[in-house]
């Protein structure tokens, strides 16, 4: 997992992503600033370079970025496991 500067757009051209975090060669994670409120945040996904998808289940993605701040060898642990899967 590599957390790199924002670099996708979106809303035609004119919302630039926060960061952009490269899962493997296949996934990255895009953060976007929300709406709702200064921390509120958009999460976006591409495989293989395709268009971006919200995840349908988004609060798994919020919960283990917030996560991985704190206990990042277990996240990564998770992470990887889960891709065994």
Known sequence: MEIL?????????TQKSI????IDDNY??????GNISKNDILIKYSKNGKRMRTPKHIHWVIDI??????NHNDVIKFIQCMQKL
């Open 5 to 13: 500067e924002g670099s996708k757009y979106r809303n035609n051209n």
């Open 19 to 22: 960061m952009d975090i490269k």
């Open 28 to 33: 990255t994670i895009y953060v976007f600033q």
């Open 65 to 70: 970025l917030l996560k991985e701040q704190k």
